[in-house]
């Protein structure tokens, strides 16, 4: 009687973690703006893939061996919709990592994840970034060097980051990004169609003030 040959068990590789995608309004603002902000600035480039609270697997048949950043980006990898990212599948590990930390997270934030990307991902640039400023330093960068991180000096109040091409700061008391090549803020989308509208109304304000004086005029010329 011959062996029935069984396939290869296959392994699930969960797309949740069972935790909250971010524990204030504040936090779940801050990573959602951030991936905004990020996915529109790098919408014209095919190989970049910005993404956020997705578990990331880096060790096959392991699922175990999961982390989910707040905001990750990857350069060299295709923008498709993922499920979950796996690293061998990818062969890219992320490029950037910014975590919305709190006095819950922190110790982790600094301590393992921060051991992590550097030693395990790779990840060239982690960022951390509290808030509420509850815990201090509230706001750090680090640039990985010969395989260690080593902390990003604050230039003009911002830290710059080689990766994204962006500097990180605050602004009005929340976290953004500044692009030095134009020298300006970049908005969230959602900011940016309420300053559009806000223009379109004074544009149309200021026509309808102009049709006004020109009517005032040709009443006066006719008149004369």
């Known amino acids: 009687?011959?062996?029935?040959?069984?396939a290869a068990p296959t392994v699930v590789y969960p797309e949740s973690d069972g935790k909250p995608m971010a524990e204030t309004d504040r936090h779940r603002r801050l990573i959602v703006d951030f991936i905004l902000m990020l996915e529109d600035h790098f919408k014209n480039v095919n190989d970049v893939y910005v993404s956020g609270d997705?578990?990331?697997y880096y060790e096959e048949g392991n699922i175990y061996k999961s982390v989910a950043p707040d905001v990750f980006v990857v350069f060299g990898v295709?923008?498709?919709?993922r499920r979950t990212y796996r690293t061998w599948e990818e062969g890219k590990t992320p490029d950037f990592v910014l975590e919305a930390a709190s006095p819950s997270t922190y110790h982790k934030d600094i301590t393992d994840k921060k051991e992590l990307y550097a030693s395990v991902l790779g990840v060239p640039e982690y960022y951390i970034y509290d808030p509420?400023?509850?815990?201090?330093?509230?706001?750090?960068?680090?640039?990985?060097?010969d395989g260690v991180y080593e902390a990003i000096e604050f230039v003009d109040g911002r830290l710059p980051s080689v990766v994204l091409g962006l500097d990180l700061g605050e602004r009005d008391g929340n976290l953004s990004l500044y692009d030095p090549s134009r020298s300006v803020w970049i908005s969230p989308p959602k900011e940016r169609i309420t300053e559009a509208e806000a223009r379109a109304e004074n544009a149309e304000a200021e026509l309808a003030k102009a049709l006004a004086a020109l009517r005032r005029f040709q009443e006066n010329t006719d008149d004369d």
């Open 78 to 81: 295709s923008k498709k919709e």
């Open 1 to 6: 009687m011959q062996k029935q040959i069984s």
């Open 54 to 56: 997705l578990l990331i």
């Open 132 to 145: 509420y400023a509850e815990v201090q330093p509230h706001f750090q960068g680090y640039r990985l060097v």
